[in-house]
């Protein structure tokens, strides 16, 4: 089983919809959890952190379930400026591990 | 002002030459990184460097050296490229000790080995 896993899309999703993602890791000792966006041949950059209590920053919505190990990632009100691909990233210790990402296709 | 910076942006060569990658952040951090990703897009992070002292090796080939003069430079040199080297390859540098891990990346290196 990968450390990281994400189901890789394509989401294809018409503007305003709402699309969730969903990523699994398999080590009870990791410590953090952050969603990066990755735009066509450019860098990874942060998204959000993931806590358990859950965070929102306006259409965005993470949330952390210790317990089945996953963390999870609402889109509100697609934009098609959202479309990229979407990073998991699990971190233990100094060792972060990044899923393989879901891509994004939000369409007019 | 850019935070991380990487040259070159592009890299073309043939196999078996040698080649380095520069990478500089002006963020303060303490931690830096080297990932490569593939063609099919899975970022796997290479090594990790923390004040300038080596602190992650993943399983890469030992053709790969990363050099670390001061604590905002981490340089990749490649030896012997082969075919499988081509990638994009990222600098990452992270103040784990302030208890966020945010990675803040450069804009990658676009190697292509003929």
């Known amino acids: 089983r990968k450390e990281v896993e994400q189901d890789p899309g394509p989401f294809n999703v018409p503007e305003g919809a709402t699309v969730a993602f969903n990523c699994t890791y398999s080590?009870?000792?990791?410590?953090?959890f952050f969603w990066y966006r990755q735009d066509c041949r450019k860098e990874p950059k942060l998204l959000m952190s993931?806590?358990?209590s859950g965070n929102e920053d306006g259409r965005f919505t993470a949330q952390l379930n210790r317990a089945s190990q996953y963390i999870s990632l609402l889109i509100r009100d697609s934009k098609l400026s959202d479309s990229a691909t979407y990073l998991c990233?699990?971190?233990?210790?100094?060792?972060?591990?990044f899923g393989r990402g879901t891509s994004l296709i939000v369409h007019p | 002002d850019t935070a991380v910076s990487q040259t070159p942006k592009y890299l073309v060569t043939q196999m078996g030459n040698d080649k380095s990658i520069k990478c500089e952040q002006n963020?303060?951090?303490?931690?830096m990184y080297w990932y490569k990703q593939d063609s099919k897009k899975f970022l796997k992070i290479m090594f990790s460097?923390?004040?300038?002292?080596?602190?992650i090796n993943e399983t890469v080939p030992n053709r790969f050296s990363p050099k670390s003069p001061d604590k905002a430079h981490l340089n990749l040199h490649i030896n012997s490229l082969e075919l499988g080297d081509s990638a994009v390859y990222f600098c990452?540098?992270?103040?784990?000790?302030?208890?966020?891990?945010?990675?803040?990346f450069g804009p990658g290196t676009r190697l292509t080995v003929l």
């Open positions: 990452a540098s992270s103040h784990p000790w302030t208890g966020t891990d945010t990675q803040y």
């Open positions: 990233v699990v971190t233990r210790g100094d060792i972060p591990t």
């Open positions: 963020l303060g951090h303490d931690t």
């Open positions: 993931v806590y358990s």
């Open positions: 080590n009870s000792a990791s410590q953090s």
């Open positions: 460097y923390n004040n300038k002292e080596l602190i």
